[in-house]
Structure formats: C-alpha cells, structure tokens
C-alpha cells in the first residue's frame, strides 16, 4: 500500500485542518517457475528457479509438490530440496535444489513434475508447474556396442 499526502486544490497547501492520506494498495506480485527442461542423468544437480514478478517488503513461502515418474529419495532417482521455499524480503529469486543420483540401473528416461503450490505474500503466476527429465545416460546401449565389436 502507498499513501501520499493529499493537497488543496491549489496543489500547493496540504488540506486544512491537519494532514489527510489517500491510500492506493499496491499490486500483489507473483511467483513463477522455470520452464520444463532435460539433462543427462549424469548430471549432479539441477536448479530449478522461482521468479518473483517484483520484489516484496515480505518474505515469500512457496510450498511446492513432487510428481512425475522418477522416485524422489536417499538411494533413489534423486533428492529435492524441502517443501517450502522462501524467497526473502527485497529478493525476485529462489531456487528448488535437485540432486540427481547417477545410477547404473538401465532404465527409461524419467521425469520430475515440480508443482507449486499457493504461496504466502503473494500471488501464483504462470507457469506454476516445471518437468525436468531425466536422461538415461544409455549404458545399455554401450554394452550393446562392445559386445557386438568382440
């Protein structure tokens, strides 16, 4: 909310009688996050950022949901930063952490659906939700190769 000082008509002399605000509430911003992307599974982490539309005098909570058909876990596909994120007072951004766990299993590429939930101290915008996939680094097909060069 802004609240100025209102004047005479004359725009010169502040209202007789003692000083009068007009109030105006300031547009609520938004959180958003990235856009969908992929990456080797080899990779060691991904950062998945949340955009605030404008900076708040308030510190911004963002719950956030995990879906999708990779298993989020210690010794699973991959570990994610806790539920909620925050994006403090006077800051725009904030990221969700994913740690990618490399494994040898020989499976398909799987997928991480990052789904926010309603925040605190602000609005939800658009997109609200991001997948990141997950590349299988193919080693299957590698095997395939050697075996069939010998």
């Known amino acids: ?15 007789a009688g003692g000083q009068a605000y007009g109030c105006l509430p300031l547009p609520t911003p938004t959180v958003s996050i990235a856009s969908s992307s992929s990456g080797a599974e080899s990779v060691a982490t991904k950062k998945v950022v949340l955009t605030l539309s404008a900076a ?3 510190n911004v909570t963002v719950p956030f949901s995990l879906s999708g058909t990779a298993t989020v876990g210690v010794g699973a596909d991959y ?8 994006i403090l007072a006077g800051q ?25 939930g309603t925040p605190t101290n602000a609005g ?3 997109p609200s939700s991001s997948t990141y996939t997950i590349n299988e680094i193919g080693r299957a097909s590698c095997r395939e190769r050697a075996s069939n060069r010998a």
């Open 1 to 15: 909310m802004v609240c100025l000082p209102l004047l005479n008509f004359s725009g010169r002399m502040p209202l």
């Open 56 to 58: 708040s005098a308030l």
């Open 79 to 86: 570990t994610a930063t806790s539920s909620p994120v925050t």
């Open 92 to 116: 725009t951004k904030t990221t969700i952490t994913l740690t990618i766990n490399n494994d040898s299993l020989d499976e398909a590429n799987e997928t991480v659906v990052i789904t926010l």
């Open 124 to 126: 939800l915008g658009t």
